[in-house]
């Protein structure tokens, strides 16, 4: 038999462990220096920028967009595309700066910006301003025209209608005065 517990020499002696070395508690680790988090940068929202007043609108033709036919609008709208037909609205209809309107069109006030082509007709106001192109007719109590803009056409501000009625009466005293005989002048009187 062996041994397999003997030292070389084949001594026996007691049992030698390896020693073990105590260990030295490791100081705990220091936190690592917290640097200030950069506050997270408010993301930026991505917005298709809106045209001046389109606050409130109910109606809105994108530029680019085409129509053809009647557009009604029950409060204020906004065009920037191209209409052919009629556009009638309630309220504020602004035709925007790359707007291209074929239309007879009817609203409280008319605001023109765009090229229009066909007669316009406002309860309040029509205003054309710069570079905006009106070609036709306007009917309205009141009309404001810009530097800048092309009017070709003729326009009925509604006091006209007014002044019929006191020009017909003078067109009659003025045709009573004509068939009264005419005072003779002193220079026929010489004879």
Do not use: H
Not at 40 to 48: A, D, L, N, R
Not at 114 to 138: C, F, Q, Y
Request: glycine share 10%; aromatic share 4%; charged share 25%.
């Amino acid at each position: 038999m062996a041994w397999f517990d003997r030292n070389p020499g084949n001594k026996t002696g007691p049992e030698v462990k390896p020693e073990k070395v105590p260990e030295v508690p490791k100081p705990a680790p220091e936190p690592a220096p917290v640097a200030a988090a950069p506050e997270p940068k408010p993301v930026p929202k991505i917005e298709v920028p809106l045209p001046p007043s389109t606050a409130g609108l109910i109606g809105y033709l994108y530029k680019g967009s085409r129509i053809t036919g009647q557009l009604n609008f029950q409060g204020p709208a906004r065009i920037d595309g191209a209409v052919d037909g009629e556009i009638q609205c309630q309220s504020t209809l602004t035709i925007g700066e790359g707007a291209e309107v074929r239309a007879r069109i009817s609203g409280q006030v008319v605001v023109i910006r765009g090229k229009v082509e066909g007669n316009v007709t406002a309860k309040e106001k029509v205003e054309i301003a710069a570079p905006g192109r009106l070609i036709g007719n306007i009917d309205s109590p009141r009309l404001i025209i810009t530097e800048g803009v092309v009017f070709d056409g003729d326009c009925s501000m509604g006091v006209a209608k007014q002044k019929g009625g006191v020009s017909s009466s003078q067109s009659i005293s003025a045709d009573t005065a004509a068939a009264a005989p005419a005072p003779k002048l002193q220079a026929d009187s010489k004879s």
